[in-house]
């Protein structure tokens, strides 16, 4: 069974740096496209950092690119977004997905049509 855990989440400041983990169980890593995905109050869910794996490539939304990282620990089946320059429009609840590798199907297009697994999430609350 496939199970996704956030943590990490909490307020901070604009301007400040936060990193959210996810704990993953139940798949491999290589066999997975994994993500990271945001849903703020009263809009809808936005992709905003995934990878396939296949090409080594990472898809990040516009919004966040240059100030998110995402990344992975295979060993401890986690994955990782490090956020900085944290602005108040960040503020929202972030997820973790995962979804099981299609040929065909590149980083984005798993940001844009969402994954199979889903985290319970964690509230990042950036204040101005």
């Known amino acids: 069974e496939v199970q996704l855990v956030e943590s990490g989440g909490g307020l901070v400041q604009a301007g400040g740096s936060l990193r959210l983990s996810c704990a993953a169980s139940?798949?491999?890593?290589?066999?997975?496209?994994i993500g990271w995905f945001r849903q703020a109050p009263g809009k809808e869910r936005e992709g905003i950092s995934c990878t396939s794996g296949r090409d080594g490539s990472t898809y990040y939304a516009d919004s966040v690119k240059g100030r998110f990282t995402m990344s992975s620990d295979n060993a401890k089946k986690t994955m990782y977004l490090q956020m900085n320059s944290l602005k108040s429009e960040d503020t929202a609840v972030y997820y973790c997905?995962?979804?099981?590798?299609?040929?065909?199907?590149?980083?984005?297009?798993?940001?844009?049509?969402?994954?199979?697994?889903w985290g319970k999430g964690t509230l990042v609350t950036v204040s101005s």
């Open positions: 139940g798949f491999t890593f290589g066999d997975y496209a």
């Open positions: 997905a995962a979804a099981p590798l299609f040929p065909t199907y590149g980083s984005s297009r798993y940001c844009a049509y969402g994954m199979d697994y």
